[in-house]
């Protein structure tokens, strides 16, 4: 008897570590490298334990948070340039639908910086970064670390590895100064443990080329560039330039040579355009910009210019200077020439295909790395294809449509496209700002405008500035405008609360928004009046509070027991159960009748007021935001720090339950919640 006692407690105590426990799965070290007497690099060394993984510096707005790193301004150095990080592993995350960043095991980040100081000295760095598994994510955490400079030690040989790459080694510092500063290892450690550097050299983990993300934007490009053919600036050069060199040539072969050229000098333009953009700016940077708000609100007002010039209101041309200049060289003939006559192409087609290529160039900086020159290559290569094919079967150009109206029907119909992908850029800004200037049902009802009126446009029942007369339409234009008739229809549900997945990603996401069930639901101003003090629609439409305190006194007049839901805004796995699980009938039904959940969101960044901020008994940590708060209350009741955390509990906060952590089985779920509210009753 006492043996299976002895069992049954052995295993209860597993049970209870397995699902309240505090983890701490990222420990950092520092080395200092020196470059030159002025110049050295930072390097903060993550390593990651088994299972979790540390997501990148570049993340777009809406997914989980970013690494940041704040270094503290001092005298004795500045820095240079920003903060350099390893390749990671990309995936396409179904949750918040974009591709994300992030590393595994072990990871390195580095920094430049440049030293106005005879003294050794230290630079303090906060590192604020987000770990998840897949079945828990912890809240973001904020790492204090420090890099030890030394400006005496020696700048070592470059070592060459096994690639023969070149690389420096670590540098070799006085006896006195060779330990550096390490971040905390655990929860219970309040200052920065010194540890003993060698010169080990970690190892880069190997990591899989996005090609699935690179071939979907040359895919992408290379349709753009067609539709780019199909514009009056550039339709109409194909057959003349194709004459010009089979006519001027005195050889078929010759011909076909020279047309080839031609076409293999536009894709050098265009790739070297992409090119200097990547120069210019940086893969890494490329990245940054495109998630920066201020950044989105110049991307949406340079595609609205664009939209207009599509459309009539303007063109936008490059000075005619330049096109006569480049005119002039393309006479002097051989490659030169030809090379000359591309570049003249490019320059007059700009009106063209200017707002297509500066599209082209905004959607590949999102993506990072050689992105932009990936689009440029595809776009390039759609539009030289037609030049050379037709050069070599000359016999092709008469089965070619002639040039009329229906080209600049073309160039409209982009510009609504433009357009419509416009406020897609002034929805991230208002994202990222929490404004809700720019909710679900706004952009919804924005793109159900744009597209009709592009319907309307296309049945000839609306005329712009540059189009001709239209006795009637053809049926290709009929057919088309058929489409996207049928695809403003299909938008309207959304308003309605449907998930329009047929366009996830674009629009905001269902819970932002004046209604998460949108319009005519019992989500309406009525239904509004009478919420709880302190309560609001959340997910599913179930009545939610954010704030412990009134939730629990709202549970106690309503008889009901309390679901606390430790959560986050950017918590991968708490979409995954709302989206999955909470949808489910017989769960929804549970969470808005049978209880009261309290979500509380532990990376909630308002601050508390002044008189409220306190530090952590548990963690030592100063509490200054909300999401502080709840974190806090997490580790110091629960002994957690994992989401999503459930814990249902009776008006008294004592657990009815054993907590659960992130739980994908529906049937276990919900028997989970039963449980709980019978042992309530």
């Known amino acids: 008897m006492n043996k299976n006692l002895f069992l049954v407690s052995i295993m209860l105590l597993f049970s209870i570590i397995a699902k309240a426990q505090l983890y701490n799965p990222i420990r950092w070290q520092t080395t200092v490298q020196k470059i030159s007497d ?43 340039g920003t903060v350099k990080e390893e390749k990671g592993k990309i995936i396409n995350d179904p949750v918040f639908k974009m591709a994300i960043t992030f590393f595994e095991k072990e990871t390195t980040f580095k920094q430049r910086i440049k030293i106005s100081s005879s003294k050794a000295f230290k630079i303090k760095t906060e590192i604020e970064f987000m770990v998840c598994n897949d079945e828990n994510c912890l809240p973001p955490g ?62 880069k983990p190997v990591q899989k080329k996005n090609s699935k993300s690179f071939s979907g934007i040359f895919i992408i490009a290379f349709l753009s560039g067609f539709a780019a053919l199909l514009t009056p600036c550039v339709f109409p050069m194909i057959p003349m330039t194709v004459s010009y060199f089979t006519k001027q040539s005195k050889t078929k072969a010759a011909g076909i040579r020279n047309a080839l050229i031609y076409g293999f000098s536009i894709v050098i333009i265009y790739v070297l355009l992409g090119s200097i953009v990547t120069a210019v700016f940086g893969a890494d940077s490329l990245n940054a910009l495109s998630t920066n708000v201020w950044f989105n609100l110049i991307f949406f007002i340079i595609l609205v210019v664009f939209a207009c010039s599509f459309l009539g209101a303007f063109e936008i041309m490059l000075p005619n200077s330049l096109a006569n200049k480049v005119d002039a060289q393309a006479d002097r003939g051989g490659l030169i020439g030809i090379f000359f006559m591309a570049l003249a192409l490019a320059i007059v087609s700009f009106s063209c295909t200017g707002p297509i290529v500066g599209t082209l160039l905004v959607e590949a900086a999102s993506k990072g790395g050689i992105a932009p020159i990936v689009g440029m290559l595809g776009f390039s290569i759609a539009i030289a294809l037609p030049f050379s094919l037709f050069a070599a079967f000359p016999g092709w150009l008469n089965a070619l449509p002639k040039s009329g109206g229906w080209l600049n029907t073309v160039k409209v119909v982009l510009g609504f496209l433009e357009l419509a992908l416009a406020f897609k850029f002034l929805s991230n800004a208002d994202l990222v700002l929490q404004l809700h200037w720019l909710e679900r049902e706004v952009f919804l009802t924005i793109w159900i405008a744009v597209f009709g009126v592009l319907a309307f446009y296309l049945f000839g029942k609306i005329t712009l500035p540059h189009d001709s007369p239209l006795p009637h339409i053809s049926v290709g234009r009929l057919t088309f405008g058929l489409l996207v008739l049928s695809f403003t229809i299909y938008l309207i549900p959304g308003l309605l609360g449907a998930p329009l997945k047929l366009i996830s990603g674009f629009p905001p996401p269902m819970h932002y928004s004046e209604s998460p069930d949108g319009f005519g639901s019992e989500n309406t101003s009525e239904t509004k009046e009478i919420l709880p003090e302190g309560a609001e629609f959340g997910p599913q439409n179930i009545i939610t509070f954010h704030d412990y305190n009134k939730g629990m006194e709202f549970a106690k007049k309503a008889g009901k027991p309390v679901l606390l839901d430790f959560t986050g805004y950017a918590c991968v796995n708490c979409r995954k159960m709302e989206e999955l699980v909470w949808s489910d009938s017989k769960v929804s039904d549970v969470l808005k009748n049978d209880l009261v959940l309290i979500s509380l969101y532990v990376d909630d960044k308002k601050e508390l007021p002044e008189n409220e901020q306190y530090v952590s008994e548990t963690t030592g940590k100063k509490i200054k935001t909300i999401g502080n708060k709840w974190s806090d209350l997490q580790i110091k009741t629960y002994k957690a720090n994992a989401q999503p955390f459930y814990v249902m509990v009776d008006h008294k906060s004592t657990n009815l339950t054993a907590p659960s952590a992130y739980n994908p089985d529906i049937e276990n779920y919900y028997h989970w919640l039963q449980d709980g509210i019978s042992k309530f009753k």
Request: charged content about 25%; cysteine-free; overall charge negative.
């Open 38 to 80: 002025t110049e050295y690099e930072l390097q903060a060394n993550a390593i990651i334990e088994s299972g979790w993984h540390l997501y990148s510096q570049n993340v777009a707005d809406g997914g989980p948070i970013p690494t940041h790193f704040n270094f503290i301004k001092s005298p004795d150095f500045q820095l240079l």
């Open 142 to 203: 904020t790492e204090e670390i420090e890099f030890n400079v030394s400006p005496k030690a020696i700048i070592a040989k470059t070592e060459t590895s096994d690639q023969g790459e070149g690389k420096i080694s670590k540098e070799l510092l006085p006896s006195d100064s060779a330990a550096v500063m390490a971040s905390k290892a655990t929860a219970e450690v309040k200052t920065p443990i010194k540890e003993i550097t060698t010169k080990k050299e970690f190892k």
